[in-house]
């Protein structure tokens, strides 16, 4: 019976923990779906102004309007990033219960914001996108956990979190539908603050106070069941999470588990990493930031035409959470095969990431070049390429770090490289403003730039397939 519970609370866990990532963690990326409404509502519209065009015909220039909405993605964004550091640290030293309801405050808050704002308080999107951004984060990071209690499949289960973080930002597509069927936008929010007391509810019953130990030791039980293990077992599980040093789920049996925080930072493995990241990111940023109106550039502003690819746009983010388990896939294909000799479980992980991170470079250089070419007809394509590549991109992120780094470093790493790469992404608003005062609109060549600083990704798997490959010479001059 006690077994029972455990799968069925288990299952209740990873179902929910899947629910919530997908409905409320990652919403802030369909914010091209969010602006067809502010736009409606006349946010910032103060900002468009009469203009003339080149044959002296009159025409409506909201292009300051536009750039509003593109500052508030940008912070919201960086915000999302950035935070992750300290939400790494408190994640680390408090516990999965702090973690959680802290992040749940942010949300609850951010979402509060939108609901009561209005034209007329349009600047209050600034703090309320920013809130909604960390909050969610927050709750991505402590729902990755939940791979610890299903062995082998850990890194499929965290890839799938990522993809259905990703999926999230089509809720805002949910909303721009109710919306347009006449409920209001203080209506959608007010009910996703509402929510917020289900997050509660998961954080106190199905969630242990601390983490979720790998492995997990023999009887590990958590939730409302805990306060019936006797004392003896709660010592030897308290025991056996601070031997093995798993406050977060990170490799199985990393190579030097006395690596020093510092020592990682300074690695080639996490410097690459950081730079893989960081291209990649901007790269998707951007293309979120400035979707709308390269939009309406290529549809001539046609209102209809506009709304029908950002629908397509936000329907495409529903696949991130069927795309991103195949990445996992390929980390984890190892798990089942016989190693080689001499070759630790960590080894053969990290060399597993090689197809990975390769994979995620050349679609993100796939998607680059698709989002380059000014043809409406081929955005549905980058639709598609960009989802996978971003499912690809993050799950692969937080995956890599859990079998390349020691355990006990996992939240503060994790959280490190967001932030570092946060900083990287505030070259979106440059790049946008780049293109709007001196290339008089015209994103060409700011994509083919950023089309050639993509080719830096792929340094990084080959660095890893050359440190693993580094590791297997050192076993073979050993065993001579």
């Known amino acids: 019976m006690p077994n029972c519970q455990n799968r069925l609370r288990r299952g209740l866990t990873f179902i929910t923990g899947l629910v919530e990532c997908l409905c409320f963690a990652g919403i802030i990326f369909g914010w091209a779906s969010l602006v067809f409404i502010l736009k409606k509502d006349g946010y910032f519209n103060y900002l468009c102004v ?11 220039d909201c292009s300051g309007q536009d750039e509003q909405f593109s500052l508030v993605f ?28 802290l992040g749940i405050g942010f949300h ?36 990755m956990q939940v791979g610890n209690l299903f062995g082998t499949h850990r890194s499929t289960i965290i890839t799938l979190y990522n993809g259905a973080f990703d999926s999230s930002s089509a809720l805002f597509l949910i909303i721009k539908l109710v919306y347009e069927s006449g409920i209001s936008l203080f209506a959608c929010f007010l009910f996703l603050s509402v929510c917020s007391i289900i997050h509660v509810l998961r954080t106190l019953f199905l969630f242990p106070k601390t983490f979720i130990p790998y ?18 077992k709660q010592s030897m599980i308290v025991s056996s999470q601070k031997n093995a040093e798993t406050e977060q789920f990170a490799s199985e049996a990393p190579a030097k588990q006395d690596k020093t925080l510092r020592e990682c930072v300074l690695s080639r493995l996490f410097i690459w990493h950081v730079v893989w ?31 029908q690819y950002i629908n397509a746009f936000a329907i495409t983010q529903l696949c991130g959470v069927i795309c991103a388990p195949w990445n996992g896939l390929i980390m984890d294909r190892n798990k089942r095969k016989a190693r080689a000799e001499g070759m630790s479980e960590q080894e053969s992980d990290l060399n597993s990431s090689v197809l990975s991170l390769f994979l995620t470079s050349l679609m993100a250089l796939v998607f680059s070049i698709c989002a380059a070419t000014p043809f409406l007809q081929l955005q549905y394509f980058t639709f598609i390429i960009q989802v996978l590549n971003r499912s690809f991109l ?11 780094f020691p355990s ?7 959280g490190l490289i967001m932030c570092i790469s946060a900083v990287f992404s505030l070259l979106q608003y440059a790049c946008f403003a780049l293109v709007k005062s001196v290339l008089d609109g015209d994103p060409l060549y700011v994509n083919i730039a950023l089309t050639l600083v993509i080719l830096l990704a792929f340094v990084h798997p080959l660095s890893v397939f050359l440190h693993c490959r580094g590791l297997a010479s050192q076993r073979a001059v050993a065993r001579l």
């Open 50 to 60: 009469n203009a003339t065009g080149i044959n002296g015909s009159q025409f409506l």
């Open 74 to 101: 940008t912070i919201a964004s960086f915000m999302n990033n950035f935070i992750t550091v300290a939400s790494g640290f408190i994640f680390d030293h408090f516990g999965t219960t702090v973690a959680r309801l």
């Open 108 to 143: 609850t808050m951010g979402t509060l914001m939108v609901a009561f704002s209005n034209s007329a308080l349009s600047v209050l999107l600034f703090p309320a996108l920013s809130f909604i951004a960390v909050g969610g984060i927050m709750l991505l990071l402590t729902n």
């Open 215 to 232: 492995p997990l030791p023999d009887g590990y039980t958590y939730g409302l069941s805990c306060s019936k293990l006797n004392a003896a």
């Open 277 to 307: 990241l960081s291209v990649i990111q901007l790269r998707h940023y951007l293309f979120i930031g400035t979707l709308n109106p390269t939009l309406v550039k290529l549809t001539d502003g046609e209102p209809s035409l506009v709304s």
């Open 394 to 404: 993050y799950g692969g992120n937080a995956a890599f770090l859990s079998v390349a």
């Open 408 to 414: 006990c470093h996992f939240g503060k790493l994790y």
